[in-house]
């Protein structure tokens, strides 16, 4: 392996990482109520502002299924 290679090899490990340690932050100290409620809603709690969060589309068993977002009292 050429050290061209190498070094952006070690670049590329070396972003990962501290991408990795990022997201790691953005979960530290979070219940599991929060996380459920960041999994089902796309956004934490203390972030829910006046917009809907996006629909959002699965497959499943070649099943195409998609959650429409929609306000209650409209």
Not at 3 to 18: G, I, N, V
Not at 63 to 71: G, P, Q
Request: proline share 4%; net charge negative; charged share 30%.
């Amino acid at each position: 392996m050429s050290t061209l290679r190498k070094r952006l090899a070690d670049l590329e490990e070396r972003q990962a990482f501290r991408h990795w340690q990022e997201s790691q932050r953005q979960f530290e100290g979070r219940s599991a109520d929060e996380m459920q409620f960041l999994v089902l809603h796309g956004y934490w709690p203390e972030n829910a502002g006046s917009g809907l969060p996006p629909n959002r589309e699965y497959v499943l068993y070649g099943i195409r299924t998609t959650i429409v977002n929609e306000w209650a009292d409209k």
